[in-house]
């Protein structure tokens, strides 16, 4: 990762081999700009401008707030890689929040993925230096625990965003079972694994059918972080397909490709408990991934199926492309029995949402109106895009069945993401409804051409919106 570095010196007295400034709503008076180059050049303070001879890259920010800054620092980053610069300076812009904005764009712009290059060709740039002493000489929020809080953040983002790129072959139900114990073992939490025994003592036979087509065998996983102090508990549920081939109800080709990423969900939970866990934060968090493929075979799951979830409801089948939600039926039932405060669930789970919502936003369900707004404003302060959905006793009546409790798909192909998310309900008990949220990160959980912050591939989409969210609980309760 890059290394941001703090300089108790002024802009001018730092030394590197690149000069980065941001002109702020397009203002070029400023004591770090030459604007003599500038106006040769026509630059009026938009996008990315690089005076060679100066050796400053200008970087346009309007309007100038937190998203906006850590967007253009992120495009920054990428610029610079694409020269031979091994290093560059900026100096400090704003107060703590525009600082830790700066902070993330810079670490989270700079990722890539090439693990799997022969013949890989890191880019040149390894270190940024940040002027400490501001041009006006004003006041500075402490920048060493911000930057701090922003690189244990940035590294989790990353870990989720390296397990969601790792390809099927390698990024099996049991591999994540094995990431997870890394993560337990490295912050002291306790870390359970349910193998396929464990799934058939707890009756979770709704997710053993998804896996039953699979030669890899399913995994439960639980993180558990119970700190000495603890204003809450809040239980995580992610969503993890290490691969989703649709089942019997087949994917068409092209929706196959990026199925890897199926397992974003699961990915964002164990980033979470991991940021929070290094961060110290004063809640006890759970962490329970349900992981499996959903292949095809003569012994898979079919269409016209009725499966018994662990809450003891019956499950008609009428398509096995609906699988996630089967999973998390059975994993959210499971995370009940640990008498949550907040219970969340993260997944990457209709088509439907991204339809409804565009790919760069996630949708919000629950019964909670309060709890969905406030779970909506803590997303964007993080910088992650998501709006609430409704749910509506009219869509609830299009996951009846004639010959089980509830099916699996709706009736009807619109309101399919809200539709999901009411099937998920049926299986949240009465005294945990106004508990419950569901988070559909389907939209933004892989990029296939980068934006904001995100390369290409996995975003780790739900990651800071969660930790965002387990701070203000262990602040407030």
């Not at 770090?32 to 400053?56: A, S, V």
């Not at 290093?87 to 904005?101: F, L, P, Q, W």
């Not at 004063?282 to 349900?290: L, P």
């Not at 009725?306 to 996630?324: M, P």
């Amino acid at each position: 990762m890059l290394k941001i570095s703090l300089k108790k010196t002024d802009f001018a007295q730092t030394k590197a081999e690149l000069s980065i400034v941001f002109v702020i709503d397009k203002n070029l008076k400023h004591p770090w700009i030459e604007l003599k180059t500038l106006k040769e050049f026509d630059y009026k303070g938009e996008g990315l401008f690089l005076d060679q001879q100066n050796k400053t890259l200008y970087a346009g920010i309007s309007p100038y707030n937190a998203d906006m800054m850590r967007e253009v620092s992120a495009q920054v980053v990428r610029y610079i890689k694409k020269t031979p610069f091994k290093n560059a300076k900026i100096g400090i812009y704003g107060d703590g929040e525009m600082n830790k904005a700066m902070f993330l764009g810079l670490l989270l712009g700079d990722y890539e993925f090439y693990q799997y290059k022969t013949k890989p060709n890191p880019a040149a740039l390894n270190e940024i230096f940040i002027a400490h002493e501001s041009f006006d000489k004003a006041p500075i929020a402490p920048l060493g625990k911000i930057l701090d809080m922003v690189e244990v953040i940035a590294s989790g983002v990353n870990l989720a965003r390296d397990t969601i790129n790792t390809p099927p072959e390698y990024a099996t139900p049991v591999f994540l079972a094995d990431l997870a114990q890394k993560i337990a073992t490295n912050n002291h939490l306790e870390c359970k694994i349910g193998d396929e025994k464990f799934l058939k003592k707890e009756k979770m036979l709704a997710f053993l059918a998804v896996n039953r087509a699979s030669s890899h065998p399913p995994r439960l996983i639980h993180l558990s972080y119970k700190p000495q102090k603890s204003k809450a508990k809040i239980v995580l549920v992610g969503k993890g397909l290490t691969y989703d081939s649709g089942g019997l109800s087949l994917k068409p080709a092209d929706y196959m490709v990026t199925m890897k990423a199926d397992k974003s969900g699961g990915c964002a939970v164990l980033a979470i408990i991991d940021i929070c866990a290094k961060i110290g934060v004063e809640a006890e968090i759970h962490a329970i991934i349900g992981a499996t493929e959903n292949m095809i075979g003569g012994n898979a799951y079919k269409p016209d199926d009725v499966l018994f979830a662990r809450e003891g409801k019956s499950i008609e089948v009428r398509n096995t492309d609906a699988e996630g939600r089967l999973v998390l039926a059975d994993c959210l039932s499971y995370a009940q029995d640990l008498e949550p405060d907040y219970l969340i669930d993260f997944a990457t789970l209709t088509g439907a949402c991204v339809l409804g919502l565009g790919e760069y936003t996630s949708g919000i369900m629950g019964h909670n109106e309060a709890l969905k707004s406030r779970f909506e404003a803590l997303a964007l302060q993080s910088g992650e895009l998501m709006a609430r959905l409704p749910f509506n006793r009219h869509l609830a009546k299009l996951i009846e069945s004639k010959i089980a409790d509830v099916c699996n798909v709706a009736s009807s192909r619109y309101g399919g993401a809200i539709t999901a998310g009411m099937f998920l309900s049926e299986f949240i008990r009465p005294q945990y409804k106004d508990k419950w949220l569901h988070i559909d990160i389907a939209g933004p959980a892989y990029v296939e051409k980068e934006w904001d912050i995100n390369a290409f591939g996995a975003s780790g989409a739900g990651v800071r919106a969660g930790v965002e969210f387990v701070l203000d609980v262990a602040k407030r309760g």
